[in-house]
């Protein structure tokens, strides 16, 4: 399968570019500034592109079997500023048609997970304030797919990870939900980048969630 990732080079990215090559996929890097950046492995070729221009992303996507957006909504360590999920989300609605992809993957975050039916993490008393506003940015692009991106002819998948994500082994396990939080047994809503990874890999492989949005955790 010939995938076209954007943000290749963030924690996310860089594991999906290690997952998709271990199960023998091409992977193109898109990333804002590929002179300022090295390539996660040799294998991946970095191109410059722009996750919330449609023009952008339907130039660097056609071609592809399959589309991942894997951009952090944070400032980049280089100075750039942070991107807007929302905006990522709408370039794709619009960009990947016209590149002649229907496949798409959007990781989002877990803020718009429910803790309880019909009431979101990010809406709860605690959630820092440090991580609402990206946490909003991400809900507010989910109802765009859901709202746009079945009509615009694109098999998406939204995919939020656990309340905390970070680096760890790889296990090759996990669980699956749909809209609600997953705790462990200690009260605890972790996966780790790696993981997070086989996840996404397994969902392009082989499709469950189209149409909708799923969450993973351990």
Same mark, same amino acid.
């Given at each position: ?40 492995? &040799? /294998?991946?070729?970095?191109? $410059? ?10 130039? =660097? @996507?056609? !071609? +592809? ?31 990947? &048609? /016209?590149?002649?992809?229907? $496949? ?10 429910? =803790? @309880?039916? !019909? +009431? ?99």
């Amino acid at each position: 399968m010939k995938i076209v990732l954007f943000g290749a080079t963030g924690n996310v990215g860089q594991r999906v570019v290690a997952e998709a090559l271990r199960r023998g996929h091409e992977v193109i890097g898109v990333v804002r500034d590929p002179a300022a950046v090295q390539s996660p492995d &040799p /294998r991946v070729q970095l191109v $410059r592109g722009d996750a919330t221009q449609p023009d952008s992303i339907a130039a =660097v @996507a056609r !071609g +592809a079997e399959a589309v991942v957006s894997a951009i952090s909504p944070r400032p980049n360590p280089r100075g750039l500023a942070a991107p807007s999920l929302l905006d990522n989300a709408r370039a794709l609605v619009s960009g990947l &048609p /016209r590149a002649g992809v229907s $496949r798409v993957l959007m990781v989002g975050g877990a803020g718009s997970l429910e =803790v @309880a039916p !019909g +009431a979101q993490l990010v809406d709860q008393d605690g959630f820092p304030d440090l991580y609402r506003p990206e946490a909003l940015d991400g809900r507010a692009a989910l109802e765009i797919w859901r709202a746009q991106g079945t009509s615009a002819g694109l098999a998406w998948t939204f995919l939020s990870p656990a309340v905390e994500i970070g680096p760890g082994q790889r296990t090759g396990r996990y669980r699956k939900t749909l809209d609600t939080v997953l705790w462990d047994a200690a009260g605890k809503s972790f996966i780790t980048f790696e993981d997070f990874a086989v996840a996404i890999l397994d969902e392009l492989e082989k499709p469950e969630h189209v149409g909708r949005r799923f969450g993973v955790a351990y």
